[in-house]
């Protein structure tokens, strides 16, 4: 394994449950790319910051109501610490935070790295949040045990950007969402199968003639399956 540098982009993760990771992080691409010292990953447990004996990190709610909330002295001591030396952004996951989108992932990816915070129970104390400006980040319209698996989620993107990382660069100028649009439908061999063939442009050879099915193909998926990115993509062609 490569060891990596001071200036390596670092994804530094505060958490209850720190065996939770590298997990996937693991294997594949970002795993390959951890081992050759492309990027970092550092684990904070957040319990080790608790100042009693039974390494309390959570309490019940002022105004009551179900669930416990997690303690505003004990993740303020964690994030000084993961912020020390400067590491920057630090982001809280919460399904009321800004919606992760691309042009968020790129902006990381081309930063020194993250802090993420993973919250559990009810949530954090909204003291910290303002305190630390943290930038309150969502995957979506959905609720999780825990901020971890976002956290595996939001790191993978941003790592496959990061140069070395993916093998054809050319690759990553065709995702969905880099243009504004869903990416075109793919093929491979075999040409026939159960009934079904390649359109035939696709096997035609002629190179504008596929990039023009491509882009139309990304349009129209688009336009059906995601209108609101269909209205800002004709906004920004407007």
């Known amino acids: 394994m490569t060891e990596p540098s001071a200036d390596t982009w670092t ?19 970002a795993g390959k790319a951890l081992e050759k010292g492309i990027w ?20 019940t709610p002022f105004g009551g109501g179900a669930g416990m909330v997690m303690r505003p002295d004990v993740v303020d001591a964690a994030l000084e610490a993961a912020t020390a030396d400067g590491l920057k952004p630090a982001i809280y996951l919460t399904p009321r935070g800004r919606l992760l989108k691309q042009e968020l992932v790129q902006e990381l990816a081309a930063g020194p790295g993250l802090v993420v915070l993973c919250g559990r129970y009810e949530g954090l104390d909204e003291r910290v949040i303002e305190a630390r400006g943290l930038l309150e980040v969502s995957l979506g319209d959905f609720v999780l045990s825990g901020g971890e698996p976002a956290a595996l989620a939001l790191i993978d993107a941003c790592v496959r950007l990061l140069p070395g990382v993916m093998g054809a660069e050319a690759t990553l100028a065709e995702e969905s969402f880099n243009t504004g649009l869903l990416e075109y439908p793919h093929y491979t061999r075999p040409a026939e199968w159960s009934g079904r063939s390649v359109p035939e442009v696709l096997m035609s050879g002629h190179h504008e003639k596929i990039r023009r099915w491509r882009q139309e193909q990304a349009e129209e998926t688009t336009r059906l399956r995601r209108p609101d990115l269909w209205d800002a993509y004709r906004k920004r062609k407007a």
């Not at 994804?11 to 691409?29: H, V």
């Not at 904070?44 to 990190?57: E, P, Q, W």
């Open 40 to 59: 970092r990953l550092e684990t904070m447990d957040i319990r080790g910051f608790a100042t009693d004996r039974h390494r309390t990190v959570d309490d």
């Open 11 to 29: 994804a530094r993760i505060l958490t209850l449950f720190p065996e939770m990771f590298p997990g996937p992080l693991g294997q594949s691409l």
